[in-house]
């Protein structure tokens, strides 16, 4: 099996567990690099031409207009093909309940029929949101997958070779697990959150 893993993740100022601070790589292309070591899946980061602001406040702003006008950011590129690839393993952080527009673009760029989609969610407490529905009506041909919500940069950073093992097992299939709102047990608390939590997104 061939596999990708297509993420957006944004550094600058960033809110993590009640505080904002300024981080160099995003919690969610930390998480994409592990995924990476314990795969050997391609790495592919999915960048918007004109990028969201470092200043946290003004980024969740700019996201948010986004969504309300259905935006579809033009990216700085995209892949030659997804012709190789079996599997897309698709890495976001919650945007104000679903994934950031620019993965909006990429989706709709390419024809993934046939294909399977393993979505991974960073998040500060609202979870996947709707973003695993999204890619469903927006990749009606793929096999859309539940996808994994981790929570919080910390827990990415420090995760021990066991938890990180165990996020690669359930990334693989191999983990049983109900829809993408339910609780896994096999899955570590630190790395992997499943919720319903709605509210105002932190990421």
Avoid at 26 to 31: I, Y
Wanted: glycine share 10%; hydrophobic share 35%.
């Amino acid at each position: 099996m061939h596999a990708l893993i297509a993420y957006f993740s944004r550094a600058g100022e960033n809110y993590f567990s009640g505080a904002l601070r300024t981080v160099p790589v995003g919690s969610t292309e930390l998480a994409a690099r592990m995924l990476r070591e314990l795969t050997g899946a391609a790495l592919f980061k999915i960048e918007p031409l004109l990028p969201y602001s470092d200043d946290y406040n003004e980024c969740i702003a700019q996201a948010q207009d986004d969504q309300r006008r259905g935006a579809r950011p033009e990216l700085r590129e995209y892949p030659d093909s997804l012709e190789p690839y079996d599997t897309v393993y698709l890495g976001y952080p919650n945007y104000w309940g679903t994934m950031p527009m620019p993965v909006f673009t990429f989706l709709e760029h390419f024809d993934f029929s046939g294909k399977t989609i393993r979505p991974f969610c960073t998040h500060e407490g609202s979870g996947l949101g709707h973003s695993v529905e999204d890619i469903r009506r927006l990749c009606p041909g793929a096999r859309v997958e539940p996808g994994l919500a981790i929570r919080g940069t910390g827990s990415v950073k420090v995760a021990d070779p066991k938890k990180v093992l165990e996020l690669s097992n359930y990334m693989m299939g191999n983990l049983i697990g109900g829809n993408n709102n339910h609780n896994v047990p096999a899955q570590p608390q630190s790395w992997a959150e499943y919720s319903a939590t709605s509210g105002k997104n932190r990421w």
